[in-house]
């Protein structure tokens, strides 16, 4: 059973930086895209960042373009967040599928719980 587990969250001030973890287990990601989607309160989730596990090729919002980086080591996809802004402030979903990476969250198979992230201004 694939089970993703995101930490690191918190509260943070303008322009700080944040480090996001997502540990992944349950089988092997060698085929997998990993990817970080965010959500506002009474807003819908998006994306922010995606990352395919066996090449590293990644993909970025124009948002977050800049100041957040996504990279993978063994089982655990992390997400640096530089130059944070309120309007980051969200949780922050990981999740997993097949294949390519991609922007659309309907096409993920795989979420873990979410994870705070809080700037203040």
């Known amino acids: 059973q694939v089970q993703l587990v995101e930490s690191g969250g918190g509260l943070v001030q303008a322009g700080g930086s944040l480090r996001l973890s997502c540990a992944a287990s349950?089988?092997?990601?060698?085929?997998?895209?990993m990817g970080w989607f965010r959500q506002a309160p009474g807003k819908e989730r998006e994306f922010v960042a995606t990352?395919?596990?066996?090449?590293?090729s990644t993909l970025y919002a124009d948002s977050v373009k800049g100041r957040f980086t996504i990279s993978r080591d063994k089982n655990t996809v992390t997400l640096h967040m530089n130059n944070l802004k309120p309007e980051d402030t969200a949780v922050y979903y990981c999740?997993?599928?097949?294949?390519?990476?991609?922007?659309?969250?309907?096409?993920?198979?795989?979420w873990g719980q979410g994870t705070q992230v809080t700037v203040s201004s």
């Open positions: 999740a997993a599928k097949l294949y390519r990476g991609s922007r659309y969250a309907n096409e993920y198979d795989y």
């Open positions: 990352i395919v596990w066996s090449s590293s």
């Open positions: 349950g089988r092997p990601f060698s085929n997998y895209a």
